[in-house]
């Protein structure tokens, strides 16, 4: 059986409107989607013993802080060689949006260099964050190409963004597209052997 619900789930601020969130339900899933991006916030699936959990990654709330990242572990606006880092810190991976100077145009966002093979990516976006992921959750099972194993951190993610929780944070760049306008954004990747 199939079912679809529909609840408000907020307003906008500002009077900008109202988000609702649907749930469709069946006996093999439940997915929540709020009208707000049309966002997953919940997809609960069954495993091989035919529990349901939540398997959408997520926070429970959000806070809305920008803060300094002068002397701390989120300083990587100098090279840092990543391994070194984290243990230097005491850090258990990265999976933080890191805000930057603000613009409309392609500016320089993240350089990366990986000193045995000689590769670089530099990302530029139009974009005013980056969501970066060091694959804290990875421990081996996961098995790519020719069967290679994924332990944790062998691999990260650069994802330009908008600063999460924007909708409800009124000194973060705003967020609401409104009819009429255009959804405009870019990110380059730039590949180079140095």
């Known amino acids: 059986m199939v079912s679809v619900t529909r609840a408000v789930f907020g307003d906008l601020p500002l009077g900008a409107g109202t988000v609702e969130k649907f749930q ?38 959000l806070e ?7 002397g701390t572990a989120f300083d ?6 990543l391994g070194k880092h984290l243990q230097e810190f005491h850090v258990n991976g990265f999976d933080h949006n890191f805000c930057l100077k ?18 670089v990516l530099e990302v530029y976006t139009t974009q005013p964050g980056v969501q970066f992921y ?20 062998s691999g990260f993610c650069l994802e330009t963004q908008s600063w999460p929780d924007a909708v409800n944070q009124p000194h973060f760049p705003p967020v609401l597209l409104k009819p009429g ?7 380059w990747f730039k590949f180079s052997v140095a």
């Not at 919940?42 to 035919?50: F, N, S, W």
């Not at 060091?134 to 951190?153: E, I, M, R």
């Not at 306008?181 to 990110?187: A, F, N």
């Open 134 to 153: 060091t694959g804290n959750f990875l421990d081996g099972t996961l098995k790519g190409k020719s069967g290679a194993g994924y332990p944790k951190h």
């Open 24 to 61: 469709l339900q069946s006996d093999q899933l439940r997915v929540d989607i709020i009208s707000w991006g049309c966002t997953i916030t919940a997809l609960e699936v069954k495993d091989r013993q035919g529990r349901a959990s939540d398997v959408v990654l997520g926070f429970d709330e």
């Open 181 to 187: 306008e255009e959804y405009d954004h870019t990110t």
């Open 76 to 81: 990587l606006r100098k090279p840092v060689e």
């Open 64 to 70: 809305g802080e920008i803060a300094s990242v002068q």
């Open 102 to 119: 603000g613009s409309k145009e392609k500016r320089f966002c993240a350089r990366v260099h990986h000193a045995g093979s000689g590769r």
